[in-house]
């Protein structure tokens, strides 16, 4: 089953962008959503930065 | 005495109202949520400037999530093998259009909103001439403590400390479980709703008793 919080993140367009990308929706996103850490956060009503990624690191280019 | 409105029209219009705004930017209505993100505001902020900086860098995120994906993926095979992935057809099941949430609006929006929560509330009481009249717009019982001079605002105060905690702790307040969260039938908010009404029904049989 697929996240139910793909239309509130951030990061999901761009994992559907590029096929090298896809691993990460393949991972996370379709089939254990429940251990992304963005998906957990939004769960929790925090806030995600936009730059983490579903395993918990955070990519410098951004902020 | 302010006549309110009757609970036969009040009730529809607050379902009306949060339908309503569902429907229409696909977020949960509710207050404690919002004001909560004022009070962690330089989080807040940093991800309102994520979030532009998301679309406006497009290039150096692609880099930067190419280089990610190598470090946490390195040469694990992908589920359905490598060349599922590459054709990577997106047959997954998409969450039902109905429910899936909106992205988080920028902190400008929210304060927009309550913005608008304080100027309707000048608007009701200037229309119906309650300004500079303190206590004229409140129920009985609420004119009644306010009317005890500062041990009643400390009663006050204390409550809304208490609620605040209480909607900090629970996820959500009145309108977001009440309203928001019993009108999509989530447990949670089901739950919660009958926890303070019922609290509140035995705070007031308790005062009553006492008073």
Redesign the interface.
């Known amino acids: 089953m697929a996240c139910p919080s793909l239309a509130g993140c951030a990061l999901h367009p761009h994992f559907t962008m590029k096929s090298s990308l896809r691993i990460w929706k393949d991972f996370f996103c379709n089939t254990n959503h429940q251990t992304c850490l963005r998906f957990q956060a939004m769960q929790k009503g925090e806030s995600v930065p936009p730059n983490m990624l579903p395993n918990g690191k955070i990519l410098e280019v951004m902020l | 005495m302010t006549a309110f409105w009757p609970f036969w029209l009040l009730g529809p219009a607050l379902g009306a109202l949060t339908v309503g705004h569902w429907l229409a930017v696909?977020r949960p209505l509710g207050v404690s949520?919002v004001l909560?993100?004022f009070t962690?505001l330089r989080?807040?902020a940093?991800?309102d400037?994520?979030?532009a900086?998301?679309q406006s860098?497009a290039a150096?995120?692609?880099?930067?999530?190419?280089q990610?994906?190598a470090?946490?993926?390195g040469s694990l095979p992908?589920?359905?093998g490598a060349a599922a992935?590459?054709?990577?057809p997106?047959d997954?099941?998409?969450?039902p259009e109905g429910?899936?949430?909106?992205?988080?609006p920028p902190l400008s929006a929210h304060l927009v909103f309550l913005l608008g929560l304080a100027g309707g509330g000048f608007l009701t009481a200037l229309l119906r001439g309650q300004l500079g009249r303190p206590g004229v717009a409140l129920d009985a019982a609420f004119a009644a403590t306010v009317a005890r001079g500062p041990l009643g605002l400390l009663a006050l105060a204390g409550g809304g400390v208490l609620v605040g905690f209480g909607a900090a702790v629970s996820?959500g307040c009145s309108a977001g479980h009440g309203l928001t969260g019993c009108g999509r039938l989530m447990p949670g908010s089901l739950l919660a709703t009958v926890v303070f009404c019922a609290a509140g029904v035995a705070c007031a049989l308790l005062l009553r008793g006492g008073g």
């Open positions: 696909r949520g909560a993100r962690r989080e807040e940093a991800v400037r994520g979030n900086q998301l860098s150096a995120l692609e880099a930067a999530l190419e990610a994906t470090e946490m993926f992908r589920p359905g992935s590459q054709a990577a997106d997954a099941p998409a969450a429910r899936t949430a909106a992205p988080l996820g």
